[in-house]
Structures are given as C-alpha cells and as structure tokens.
C-alpha cells in the first residue's frame, strides 16, 4: 500500500530550486533589520567562539571555550562562509538564512508530499512566522540545520528512496547529536508497523529499515575522534553533569516532559493553531467532486507521532537547558498535520489559517506572561540593544575600569570579535546576580571598579505562575532557577552609585560605579 496520499494537485513538480530561493529572498527581507545584530547568548558562549577557532586554526575541536563535544558540520559551515565572505555577524546571519530557507523548503516538500499543494504553502507560512522558527533563522545555533536535513530525511523515507534517507539524516547528525532521535523513532515504528495488521504493513519500507541505524555511524566516528583529542567522549565533565548526570530525577523528568508538551503544541500563540485543529475534528471532511477531501495518511501520520515522542521523551530525560529551539524538528510536523486537518474539514480554513499566522505574528513582538528564553521572539534584539548602550557606557566613561559582570556580558566585554564593544575589558566574573553572588563580591571590591549588572531572564511584572510556591522551589531545584536583584538593591551591595540603567519589557540592564573608581576619576 502506498503511504502517501494521491493528489492531482501534488503530482505537479514544483522544483526545489525555485522554491528555495523564494524563501531566502522572503527571509532575507524580514530580517533585514537583524543582520547587524552582535552575537546572542549561546552563540557567544559556545558556537561562534568554536567556528572561529576553526577558521583559525583548522581544529574541529575549539580551544577558546570548552569542548561541548557538538558535532562539526555546522561550525565548519560557518567557518568555510567566513573564509569565503569575511568574518561579520551578517555573513553569519545571511548564511544561517540560508539554511532556515532550505529547512523551509524541506517543510513545503514534505507537506506537498504528504498531503497538497494547499496545505505546502500554508505550513510553510505557519512555520517561517512562528516566533521561534523565526528568531532561530538567524541565530548560528545548530538546531535550525539539524531540522532542516531531518525534514529532507523525512521526504526521503516517505518517498522509500534510502540512499536520500540514509545522506540526510547522516547530515542532521553531524549537525547535532540529538538529530539520531528521527531515524531511531522511525525505526521503531517500522518494527511495529510490521507486527502490526496488514493494512499498516508496506514491504518496501520493511525491508528498507535497517538502513535507519546507519545515520549512527557518523556521530559514533565523531564521538570516538573527539575522545581520542579530549579524552571526552560527551563533552566537557561540566557539560555533561549539567546535561545528562544533573537531569536524572523522576519529577524533573515528568517537569520537563510536560514542558517539551507545551512548547510542541501550545507554546507562544500555538495552541490557537493546534487547538483549530482539536476543535476541526468534530465536523465531518468536505467534500470536491462528491469526494471526500484526503488526509494525510495514517502510517506517516503515526511517523510524525514518533518522531515528536521520542524528542519529547529523550530531551526531557537529557539536556538541562529546556530550551524551545530542541523541538525545532517536530514542532513543524505538527503544523503540516494540523493545516492539513483544517483543509480537510473546515470550509474556511484560509481564514483560520490567516488568523493564526497573525497571532504567531503579534507573538514575536509581545512576550507571554510567563518566563521564557529570550532567544524564542523578538525580546533577544532587546537583550542585545541593553547590552550594547550599557557596555558603550562603561567603555566611554571608565575606558580603563574593571568590571564585575555576569556571562555573557564578560564575554560580551572580553571579546571584541563579538561584536559589542571595539576594545576589550578586563572583567571580574561572577556566577549572576543573586544576593549571594554579589554579596560574595562585596567582600573584595578592591578587584574591580565598575559593576555592570542586568537581568539574566526575562521577567515578566505578574508571571501567571508566581502564585504557585512549589513550581517555584522546582525551578529552583531542577532548573537552575535563580532571581536577580534590582539594579538599585545591587548598588546598594557592592556600595556603589547607580549611574546608568536602562529598561525594556521583562528586561533591565544597569552601570554601578564604586568609590575607589570616582577617587581615581578625581584625581
């Protein structure tokens, strides 16, 4: 039986090529205003830094930051574009455009493939203008190419052609690890597919299973090569405890589990869409021609559910960092099923579906009200805009100046190929901006002379969840949770002058001077 739906509409061959190069000039312009931006957070800390010792020195392993143990494909990308066009964060951007613009094509042939044309073009609407996939498009993070090779992995399996399959998903693993959880849960659904009635069984595909267990080989050769240069096979011991050996507690599993739930089916203004979708199923399929309207079929249906149930139960088990980007390669999956749910059953499912690219809209420029990662809309550019002004700040009224600061402004200040400040800082580093850590650094002023301090989170003024005392002690517990002090209650720590604070929804940033800086301004 074949498993993919027959449609004359899907039987017309829109080529890749133009396809793709649509969506990056699409891109390419809504993002515009973004392409100068310094580099953000994790793109500091870790991915930048390692591309950069690439393109330095040849290494696959960084040497300027600790080896998180990542896979090479993506840091080599941006090193060879680099190499090419000139080391600036908008050769960064444009290229990692270039790659959300091929898992954009990847999204309209997979959704074409298993359903129609119709439903192609609104998934991919739906997907590029989600908050998340949105800001990700640009960030060099390595979540965006590890779903786009799976999506393409995917069209290969729906289409049995195993060679595409088994190239694919090779790629999405040596983009990130965690890509091997796609052909794995493929290949338990194959196993009970064959088990199963007759009426799920494909031969073709049967026979064709056990070349989902080749995408190992790579990541295998790549974890023994970076054991025999580090003596680490996942990374730094700190990483490691931080993602695997600090994750392993029943309740933060169940915790996190429900989190992944959420941010695969309801998270930033995606329940409107999945909830359309729920609400659909009650009415009966329309009808073209005196025939129903097709869904998608049941066995790649079942496909997608494993795939979003093995990222939903693996990154809850690991990864400490609960973070929206991971579920990059599902969270499309379940767009191109509800879309197609809504064609097949709701009239005017165009409005809806325009009704919900609104909100996905609204929701990159207004953040919830509750705590997320700054990286998932628009309030990232905030975070880089206080950043900039304050570190401008700091480097014009106290060139010379010490500064205690948090990550990742230390890096932020430190190094100058990010792209925040022209000449770098010496920085005194602490771990945030708790009592504790500042109340520590208040017992040796003499280390530094300027204290830039800002929120580590986004905070929102009434969080719907700040009523429930025990969700608050498991953050704290299992999700590293910590609150930052004020600008002003820092000040008055350190025993410093508040000189300079700014402020942005849910976040602030702010410049403390100390006494021993204004004596020697003085004299």
């Not at 870790?46 to 090479?72: C, E, K, M, Q, W």
């Not at 290229?95 to 991919?124: C, D, I, K, P």
């Not at 299992?478 to 008055?492: G, K, L, M, N, Y």
Request: aromatic share 14%; with cysteine; proline share 5%.
């Amino acid at each position: 039986m074949n498993i993919l739906a027959r449609d004359d509409e899907r039987k017309l061959n829109f080529r890749s090529g133009p396809v793709f190069a649509l969506l990056f000039l699409a891109l390419l312009l809504l993002h515009i205003s973004l392409l100068k931006l310094p580099y953000f957070w994790d793109e500091a800390g870790y991915y930048v830094p390692a591309a950069r010792d690439l393109l330095l020195t040849g290494s696959l392993i960084p040497h300027s930051t600790p080896s998180n143990a990542h896979p090479p494909l993506v840091l080599a990308y941006l090193a060879l574009c680099w190499k090419i066009a000139g080391f600036t964060p908008v050769i960064t951007r444009v290229a990692m455009l270039f790659v959300a613009a091929f898992s954009l094509t990847g999204v309209f042939q997979l959704a074409r493939r298993v359903a129609n044309f119709e439903v192609a073009v609104a998934s991919t609407i739906c997907t590029a203008v989600y908050p998340v996939f949105f800001t990700q498009s640009s960030l060099a993070h390595l979540d965006m190419a590890a779903a786009g090779f799976t999506f393409w992995g995917l069209l290969a399996y729906t289409e049995t052609r195993s060679r595409a399959m088994i190239f694919w998903f090779s790629m999405a693993v040596l983009s990130k690890e965690t890509a091997i959880l796609a052909p794995l849960a493929l290949f338990g659904w194959e196993i009970i597919r064959a088990r199963s009635s007759t009426a799920f069984k494909s031969g073709s595909l049967r026979r064709k299973k056990w070349f989902l267990l080749i995408p190992l080989l790579p990541l295998i050769l790549w974890y023994a090569y970076h054991y025999l240069r580090t003596g680490f096979i996942f990374g730094n011991p700190e990483f490691f405890r931080y993602n695997v050996q600090g994750t392993l507690y029943p309740i933060r599993i169940f915790l996190a589990f429900l989190m992944r739930l959420w941010q695969t089916v309801g998270y930033l203004s995606l329940y409107v869409l999945t909830v359309a979708a729920m609400l659909a199923m009650w009415m009966p399929p329309l009808k073209d021609s005196g025939q129903q309207r097709e869904r998608i079929a049941l066995p790649v249906q079942f496909s997608f559910l494993a795939i979003i149930a093995a990222y939903s139960l693996a990154l809850a088990i690991v990864g400490g960092a609960v973070l929206a980007r991971y579920m990059l390669p599902v969270v499309p999956l379940v767009i191109i099923v509800c879309v197609s749910t809504l064609r097949r059953r709701v009239r005017m499912w165009a409005t809806v579906i325009s009704i919900v690219v609104a909100v996905f809209v609204v929701a990159l420029f207004v953040n919830p009200p509750y705590g997320f990662s700054l990286e998932d809309n628009l309030a990232y550019r905030d975070y880089i805009e206080l950043h900039e002004d304050a570190e401008t700040f700091v480097q014009t009224h106290y060139p010379h100046a010490r500064v205690l600061t948090a990550w990742p402004a230390s890096d932020e200040l430190s190094r100058t190929y990010l792209g925040f400040v022209k000449q770098p800082s010496s920085v005194f580093r602490i771990e945030d901006f708790t009592i504790e850590q500042l109340i520590s650094a208040s017992d040796v002023r003499s280390k530094f002379d300027v204290a830039l301090v800002f929120s580590t989170k986004y905070e929102p003024a009434h969080s719907v969840f700040d009523r429930f005392r025990l969700w608050q002690e498991w953050k704290i517990r299992f999700f590293r949770f910590h609150r930052d002090v004020s600008p002003t209650a820092a000040a008055e720590i350190l025993g410093g002058r508040l000189v300079y604070v700014d402020r942005k929804p849910g976040q602030w940033a702010g410049v403390i001077e100390t006494q021993q800086i204004v004596d020697a301004l003085r004299h």
